[in-house]
């Protein structure tokens, strides 16, 4: 974590996480767990070289960048660690572990992003990655006090017809107005290879979403081609033009005043996660962006997005991070927080709760 150490004040601060991919979460334990329990071979000899293999510099956009000889790219090495989850308990496992690390970090409230295309297209029955994510849902809630709401995510680089096909699929298991919906998810979102695949592509999936009573949101990855014109399309052109309740990552949109100012007048928040573009952003260059934003009057929260493909630096971390790199005062990242709350599809009760705690959060310097 670039030698910061994870302070009091921001282990402490009450926290809600917007951005995080559930399988991106699975830890080298965790995996290696379920690849003895599933009986599914593993490309490494022992635990210690498996961990080890988390540590590499990834390849992020091999159409961009060229690939790299015997390096996985980002994407190769998240959707290798999804083989390892099988069966209902393999996805219930992986969702607690996160939930339980949510808890331990003060986390009080979370909107994983998960996809079924991933796994059906192994074999995997829809139902057993639902049902096994709905189970943890309701045993955080009653154990641990830990509140979530889910985000079916389409997976931009596949056919927008299996999106389309998948969302049908998972439908019983919204939220929303969907009639005896499980209540596991209460938006859609976007996630996989953004390259040359605009938020507009996808306008008829974010529809059925919005007429089954669910919230849109979609990434727009920071550095990345046709960046800009990605965020344009979620701030004025999907869903009819009314554009996307939020934007995943989106921070490009400090370049342009039309794009910022867009999303301060339509009150669009940004769900960035500052350490997955730390890796290949420069200090000097990353932090002030995100102060600028700020200043600005866009409305941000802080999140992890996949931690253990990102130097296993998570929620707390990547906050630490914005608070030492940004010089942001205790007040200003007590701001944060709220604007966490403030965006996210928490019921009221829930909310309220977490703002009370953020209004007693201790800010003298």
């Known amino acids: 974590m670039n030698g910061l150490t994870i302070t009091p004040f921001i282990a402490n601060l009450p926290k809600v996480e917007l951005h995080i991919h559930i399988e991106g979460t699975l830890t080298p334990s965790l995996r290696w767990e379920l690849a003895h329990r599933n009986k599914i071979p593993l490309p490494y000899a022992t635990f210690s070289e498996l961990q080890a293999s988390y540590a590499v510099t990834l390849n992020h956009r091999p159409e961009l960048n060229g690939r790299q000889p015997g390096i996985p790219t980002f994407l190769e090495a998240y959707f290798a660690g999804c083989e390892v989850l099988r069966t209902e308990t393999d996805f219930y496992d992986l969702a607690m572990a996160y939930l339980r690390r949510c808890a331990a970090m003060n986390v009080r409230y979370t909107e994983p992003f998960f996809d079924i295309q991933a796994h059906t297209r192994r074999g995997v029955p829809a139902a057993a990655v639902m049902d096994g994510y ?3 849902q309701h045993d955080a809630a009653a154990q641990l006090g830990l509140h979530s709401r889910w985000i079916l995510c389409f997976l931009r680089d596949e056919p927008v017809e299996q999106g389309l096909d998948a969302y049908r699929e998972a439908r019983p ?11 596991l998810f209460h938006a859609v979102g976007l996630a996989s290879n953004a390259y040359e695949r605009p938020p507009m592509l996808f306008e008829e999936g974010f529809a059925l979403a919005r007429a089954d009573g669910l919230h849109v ?13 990605h965020v344009t399309e979620a701030i004025f052109e999907v869903c009819g033009g009314r554009g996307a309740e939020r934007i995943d990552h989106g921070l ?8 910022w100012r867009g999303l301060v007048d339509r009150g669009i928040g940004l769900t960035l996660c500052p350490h997955a573009y730390h890796r290949r952003t420069a200090t000097e260059v990353l932090f002030p962006k995100i102060r600028r934003l700020v200043g600005r009057g866009v409305k ?22 914005v608070y030492t790199y940004c010089g942001f005062s205790r007040g200003e990242m007590v701001q944060l927080a709220r604007n966490a709350v403030d965006m996210c599809w928490a019921e009221d009760d829930t ?6 705690e953020l209004d007693s959060v201790d800010i003298c310097e």
Not at 252 to 259: C, N, W
Not at 351 to 356: C, L, N, P, S, T
């Open 134 to 136: 709905l189970r943890a």
């Open 173 to 183: 298991w919204a939220a929303g107005t969907v009639e005896g919906g499980k209540g």
């Open 217 to 229: 949101t979609m990434h727009c990855d920071f550095g990345q081609k046709d960046t800009r014109e």
């Open 252 to 259: 490009d949109a400090e370049d342009s005043e039309k794009l």
């Open 300 to 321: 941000i929260c802080i999140n992890s997005d996949d931690p253990t493909l990102m130097h296993d630096v998570w929620i707390d971390g990547n906050l630490q991070k």
């Open 351 to 356: 909310k309220k709760a977490i703002y009370q």
